[in-house]
């Protein structure tokens, strides 16, 4: 038998920002699972610099889902786990197809900027219940993927 938990946020707050989280942890799979698509295929004059760009992308996404999974376990809510559930809950929609290099790069621009503002509804909730430990994280994400979005258009 699990313990109540009590770390100082209402079940009905816990329930809210886990639902935003869930958002994010979709958005942030869905972008994971595009990126590395993209860079097993990149084609054309700058995909070595593409397919390593890429490469350090997807390897930070997966961290990222990790920790944002884990934060809704802390909130003790079930976090999703299917490609079913992330696809319902994702704002990112995927991509038909193997789309030129220039095009992958437009892409991910705009599913990093989804993701920021995924993130900034996730945080709203989070300062609403005086959450600072999903503020802090959502936050950290948050700057991640606006400075990716920029080095990104900076490609274009």
Sequence with gaps: MSKKIDIGIKEKDRSRIAEGLKRLLADSYTLYLQTHNFHWNVTGPQFRELHL?????YTELATAVDEIAERIRTLDVAAPGTYKAFAK???IKEVEGVPEAKQMV???TQGHEQVVRTCREALKLAQEADDESTAALVSDRMR??????????ALQ
Aim: no cysteine; glycine share 0%; proline share 0%.
């Design 53 to 57: 760009m890429f490469e350090e992308h």
């Design 89 to 91: 809950l994702s704002s």
């Design 106 to 108: 437009e892409i991910l």
């Design 144 to 153: 991640v993927h606006e400075k990716t979005a920029w080095m990104l258009r």
